[in-house]
């Protein structure tokens, strides 16, 4: 690998953009680069849906945006198009004019007159002006949905007493539906339909009112977004020679069939398909899946990922489901509580080579597909880590100041620069492989007796299997880790992130609310607490506090301990423990160390949110036109790269 390359890309407001590199797509078939190219054309070509989909206006706003940015003649020194190029960076990066993540619509921090003024001052031509209208009714039309902030305040509204679907300025209804008549609509469908083996109703649709009528709006060829669902109907035609068996070639025709006809009989399908292809090593994701973005959790935004399976990292996930009944038959749990014959998840690792709709520039490090309950039921689902992702992650965040300011001494510093990246995946490996399908509930037990700290419960169950056994000589003898002392650099980071860093996250005064940080905050403090000051204290120096780990092998006979007790908690189904536990030592904050935490933090200047360029993939061909190779190029920068989609990708008027 390229030691030059740079994972930093840019950096603005909240959000830091990180460049990710694909080790072994040289290694990989010109076949398969092939096959590789036309499904990461594919992913690019529905990136307009998403901003549609997002709000309305986004497409009109971007496409404003980006012809002031292209031939804004005046000074571009000033403070307003210094805070213009941050808007437009924003909105590139959120596919719209609302945060990613918080879902609250971006304050511009440059003036109304500086925006009139920009776009009064182009040539008519460069404007998206539609039909019949003018530069007068485009400043209307965008002014209020840019500057204030009553309009569209919020993208996604999932909570209070009001009609959450007219709250919400996402675009996954039409005018003047009301939430009472979407419940209504889809309710009757699902009740309807006797099956255990029910379609996703509303997945691929946006429900419009006609004179009074509910309607969907089928997003398909010939349907809505049709312009850049046929182009990425084209981009699939192409990829299916390039299939790597007949196998794939059939999942991506009923993926095309899929698209052509809205069906959703067809994706679930192709959905089952997909899951059963194990064999493959380049695999991808296209179309309409995940439903965060809608206030009922119906309809899916569009998003694709494309990548091919690390033959070297999956070893490492199929070894530990190999052995899944010996990690099971040592565990630290009572005897009652394990299961005789257990077997582990087969999950994958896989290196990305395009993200697009949903899954850019904002990405997930592990995917979990189908979403139908049915099919996961029935056919199983398919369980990725994007190693490629989390190694740039991990990279960009050397040097970066935050080990220098929490981390106690040198000597865990080397410890997790040697050991902190493998270490990290492992522990995720053990976790999602092994930790949650571990154990067994006692005859009787209810499986719901949890409730509301069953999520907490399971999380740090998981958690603490993968902990305890990274300790274990066995993962040594597996080579899977390359020395006894490995663990160290998991366990100093899992206690330091639990005790102290995490907080970042947190606001003053607020408590922990998330179960996963609930989890990782019970274990560390009751670790702690148990620990008494010798396996782990906190300690201070010049007025700041550290985590010290002072006894290694006590701290992992504590992780055996809590994982024994929480089995017996959920085996016994014993809400009043379970309760204690998370109540006493996972919700509550100390707010001195909390407010120490965030002034530290703030000090260094870190970006909250991240997010990725993709590479630019380039044909080869020799002088009688024959493709000879694809090429990957780490060059392109983040505005580069969106003006060139903008410019290249954009087929929704
Ligand atoms: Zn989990």
Redesign the pocket.
Known sequence: MNMDFKYVVDQFADIQVLRYQVPGFEELSLRQKQLLYHLSEAALMGRDILYDQNCRYNLRVRRTLEAIYLHYAGDRTTDDFRAFEVYLKRVWFANGIHHHYAEDKFVPGFSEAFFEEAVRALPVGKLPLAEGETVETLLACLKPVMFDPEVLPKRTVQSGDRDWIAASANNYYGEGVTQAEVEAFYNQKKEADKSDTPISYGLNSRLEKTDGRLEEKVWKVGGLYSEAIERIVAELEKAVPFAENEKQAEIICKLIDYYQTGDLRTFDAYSILWVEDTASQVDFVNGFIETYGDALGLKASWESTVNFRNEEATRRTQTISENAQWFEDHSPVDARFKKKEVKGVSAKVITVTMLGGDCYPSTPIGINLPNADWIRRDHGSKSVTIENIMEAYDKAAQGNGFSEEFVWSDAERALIRQYGFITDVLHTDL??CL??GSGQLLPGTDPDALKAYASTL??AR??LFGLYYLADAKLVELGLVPDAEAYKAEYYKYMMNGLMTQLVRIEPGKEVEEA?MRNRQLIARWILEQGAGQAVELKQRDGKTYVVINDYEQLRALFGKLLAEVQRIKSEGDYAAGRALVEKYGVKIDINLHKEVLERYEKLHLSPYKGFVNPVMHEERDKDGAIRDIQLDYTENYVEQMLRYSRDYSYLK
Do not use: Q
């Open positions: 976790h999602e930790g949650h399971e999380e998981a958690d996963h």
